[in-house]
């Protein structure tokens, strides 16, 4: 009779086994890694016997085999999409949400290409031999993320924003400006609220921020640079804004307005966005959303 004694006594526990890890990226990852983050500067490591630069860096030169780590060269940060995938499904390790583009770019001055995040093109406008240019992180990390994207050199100027037909979910575009007592005071002159908590240092230091601030309104108007001008750009109608302020804009603040493509809607052939609004910190100030009438076709206009 066969023993069944050791199938019987066998059971399954459900769980989850947790592995947590440390690598370290090396003598020449770590150069390359710190001059990202403390110098704004991709680094390469060029061969003296076969003049190629390498990016990301290697010890030793992947053709010759010599010896280049300490042929370190500083490389400018434009350069040129290869190749490229657009990932379409969602892992918790992702760094955005799909649809988002991952590319090979060739910089300039270098002789390989590294894998990068490329933003503010939609997928299906996505090319190879696409020229871009790296965005830094506000924050710093030490990681290959200190650059936070790649986005397309501005091209040539253009009569018309997009259309409905070329705008797609995912593209994005941002504007940046400096907060100035300047501006706080003009922006109270245009419209006329002059409460002091916006131009009375003495009254604003019993509030509970301590100082004056500048109007919510004020940075909330940076997104019509983005929206008018960029995405989808010249002759766009925005016909809703809703903002949601979450920190107050001090003066000297450095404030970003973004916004990207989230929904197309067919039947209106209008556009919904997402709006957020961060500075100098990397903090939210505010967010919202947008509804927007995109240009017509240049032909119409």
């Known amino acids: 009779m ?6 019987r006594d066998c059971f399954i526990v459900q769980g989850k086994l947790a592995l947590p890890f440390q690598y370290f990226a090396g ?3 770590s150069r390359f890694l710190t001059a990202l983050r403390d110098r704004k500067v991709i680094r390469g490591l060029r061969c003296e016997g076969c003049a190629k630069v390498f990016v990301p860096p290697r010890a030793t030169c992947e053709r010759c085999f010599a010896p280049i780590a300490d042929n370190w060269v500083d490389l400018a940060p434009t350069g040129t999409v290869t190749g490229f995938t657009v990932v379409r499904y969602a892992e918790p390790h992702q760094p955005l949400k799909p649809p988002f583009i991952q590319a090979l770019i060739r910089l300039d001055g270098a002789d390989t290409p590294f894998v990068h995040i490329v933003r503010g093109v939609g997928p299906s406008q996505m090319r190879t031999g696409l020229r871009v ?4 992180a506000r924050k ?3 990681t290959i993320r200190d650059i936070d994207h790649f986005r397309p050199l501005a091209a040539a100027t253009r009569r018309r924003g997009l259309t409905y037909d070329e705008l797609e979910v995912g593209m994005s575009a941002a504007f940046t400006k400096t907060i100035t007592e300047t501006d706080v005071y003009l922006f109270a ?16 230091r019993g509030t509970p921020f ?8 004020l940075p909330q108007c940076l997104i019509a640079n983005v929206l008018g001008m960029k995405l989808p750009g010249l002759g766009t109608v925005a016909l809703e804004i809703n903002t949601r302020f979450r920190k107050p804009t001090f003066f000297g ?11 197309k809607l067919d039947a209106r052939r209008w556009v919904r966005m997402e709006l957020t609004w961060t500075n100098q910190k990397d903090e939210r100030v505010a967010e919202g ?3 927007v009438m995109p240009p017509p076709p240049e032909e119409t206009v």
């Open 289 to 291: 959303t947008a509804l």
């Open 189 to 204: 002159g245009i419209s006329g609220d002059f409460n002091p908590m916006h131009v009375d240092e003495e009254f604003a």
């Open 27 to 29: 003598r020449t990852g």
């Open 2 to 7: 066969q023993d069944t004694t050791a199938t």
């Open 140 to 142: 710093t990390t030490a």
């Open 253 to 263: 603040d450095t404030i970003t307005a973004t916004a990207e493509v989230v929904e």
């Open 210 to 217: 301590g100082t004056r601030i500048a109007h919510g309104a």
């Open 133 to 136: 240019q790296a965005v830094w």
